[in-house]
């Protein structure tokens, strides 16, 4: 259950219990602290420990492919025919070292892999100049590589080394912990994923810098480490903390559930809209927005649908909450008619409890009635969380909403297995395509294909195309030039209050995209 409903439930029982509680935990009020700071001294001194191991086991791979650059350094320069011989006798037999390679005037000419080759050397893209952690490369797409690197007067040599060889180093190190090892601006995990390091450093506990290679290492305590940790030394009082505190989480849970906060939330009108506007892609203006519920909390402030909307969902609260989501959409619409376009499309997400009956035509009658006919134009956006029944009461409901000039959009397509499923017993008229396809179009030109056959297949059956979490120029560039009719993301605005999306439609939806890395070259 969300995690947000307990904390507002325990606020309020906190208020009626505190002085049993109070009572009842007294030992342990005084004990934890003592078994806390014990414990977290435990975990600091395997930190520590951790790192010694690591740092002493990555520094030795390090010093074997810096002896292997230095053997043949003297290369550089020399023909690769008389030259890849000696380079792959040297990777042979060095341990850690997978290829040995020579550079000059910045290319990369021979390698022990390959032989003869043109590549970039790229040596800005190396830690002070020597060290450098790739994604992958030609020979292993999938995993991850580092390479060492030796400047020269006359180039430079290149030692790649397989990432699997500091993988187990940090899974050995690990324990409790989550090791990381930093290179510039990018870290490998103990998973072999390599990822761009964040720009902040919270979840780290600390950190440990190499005094002889530009690297350093980066520790985060595994979930549930402190626990472990008290588990070991302190099991027997835990035990008891532990039943004295599912006794009273017992008698906390009986007075109140989260679904009876909800119904508490929904009464005192605690459920906001935030608009995220989108843009045709066709005329560069803006066109509609989705309408995303926010719950306005008065002690804990705005909460995201993540924290409630499946809840609402389980606990049959979905229907009602749309409910007065529209009836809300609707009144504040009303005021700042005049500020939005003609024909103005407005989205809401509908979930399958909304088709059990005939209130739904009701509610969309409602909401359409507010405004002068065609000055707003509604649109329900079917969710995959709970699938739709194809039955003759959904075809029938379809049926009468279109007859109401009601749209009908396939929100999230793709990411679930009914998709397909809605296209054939349904008539749509619009394919959201999901945010995780959407990012596809900076990527590789595998993962375009699956962009690309979602677009085709809404051509095919002539249906219009909105992609979701549209964040790069690249991206909306790419979408617009192989005719995805409208963009909606963080790259036009981010879902705002009313005032807030108003005050954006009065300007033209430039874009303000973030600086994108470019890829990495490849490297034996």
């Known amino acids: 259950m969300p995690h947000v409903l307990y904390r507002l439930r325990f606020a309020k029982l906190a208020r009626q219990f505190t002085l049993p509680l109070l009572a009842a935990l007294a030992p342990a009020l005084v004990g934890v602290p003592l078994m806390l700071w014990q414990a977290e001294r435990e975990l600091n001194w395997q930190t520590q420990e951790s790192f010694d191991f690591a740092l002493r086991k990555v520094e030795s791979i390090f010093d074997y492919a810096e002896a292997a650059t230095h053997r043949v350094r003297y290369l550089v320069s020399a023909p690769c025919k008389s030259a890849v011989f000696a380079l792959r006798q040297q990777s042979m037999a060095t341990p850690f070292v997978r290829s040995l ?8 000419y021979c390698t022990s892999l390959q032989g003869t080759g043109r590549y970039p050397e ?6 002070a100049g020597r060290l450098r952690l790739m994604a992958g490369n030609q020979v292993t797409p999938q995993r991850a590589v580092l390479v060492f690197r030796l400047p020269t007067p006359g180039g430079s040599v290149l030692a790649g080394i397989d990432s699997q060889y500091v993988i187990n180093v940090l899974q050995l190190a690990e324990r409790d912990l989550t090791l990381k090892l930093q290179i510039g601006d990018y870290q490998l995990s103990s998973d072999g994923t390599v990822s761009p390091v964040p720009w902040d450093a919270n979840g780290t506990s600390a950190e440990r810098v190499s005094s002889q290679y530009p690297f350093r290492l980066r520790a985060t305590l595994a979930p549930g480490s402190l626990w472990h940790t008290l588990e070991g030394y302190f099991l027997p009082i835990l ?3 532990i039943l004295c505190g599912a006794l009273m989480f017992w008698l ?3 007075r109140r559930s989260p679904a009876e906060e909800l119904e508490r939330a929904l009464r005192d009108g605690e459920f906001v809209p935030y608009y995220q506007p989108f843009v045709d892609a066709d005329t560069d203006r803006w066109n509609g927005a989705e309408v995303l519920v926010r719950w306005r909390h008065p002690g804990e402030g705005i909460i995201p649908p993540d924290q409630f909307i499946p809840l609402a969902e389980s606990s049959g609260m ?3 909450l749309t409910q007065a989501l529209m009836h809300r959409v609707a009144n504040e619409l009303t005021s700042r008619l005049a500020e939005l376009p003609h024909g103005f499309h407005i989205g809401f997400n509908l979930s399958a409890a909304h088709c059990h009956d005939w209130r739904l035509l009701d509610d969309c009658q409602r909401f359409l009635d507010t405004f002068p006919p065609g000055r707003i134009t509604l649109v329900l956006e079917l969710t995959e969380r709970e699938p739709f029944r194809a039955t003759p009461h959904t075809f029938r409901l379809f049926e009468r909403l279109r007859e109401m000039g009601i749209l009908i959009a396939l929100d999230d ?4 297995s009914v998709g397909l499923d809605y296209l054939r017993h349904f008539r749509v008229d619009y394919l959201k395509v999901d945010r995780s396809y959407v990012a596809m179009a900076d990527e590789d030109i595998l993962s375009r294909h699956l962009l690309d056959n979602i677009i085709d297949l809404a051509k095919r ?8 979490g549209v964040e790069t120029e690249a991206q909306a560039d790419y979408l617009g030039g192989h005719g995805v009719r409208y963009l909606q993301g ?3 605005a981010r879902p705002a209050p009313l005032r807030d999306m108003l005050a954006r439609l009065k300007t033209p939806p430039s874009r303000a995209a973030s600086e994108s890395h470019g890829a990495c070259p490849d490297l034996s």
């Open 101 to 108: 390679n020579l550079v000059s005037d910045g290319q990369i």
């Open 122 to 127: 790229r040596s800005q893209n190396y830690s």
């Open 239 to 241: 035990g008891l903390l």
């Open 252 to 254: 906390m849970l009986k």
């Open 318 to 320: 979905i229907v009602p």
């Open 413 to 416: 397509f793709g990411t679930g």
């Open 461 to 468: 059956l002539t249906l219009t195309l909105i992609a979701e």
């Open 490 to 492: 963080y790259l036009y």
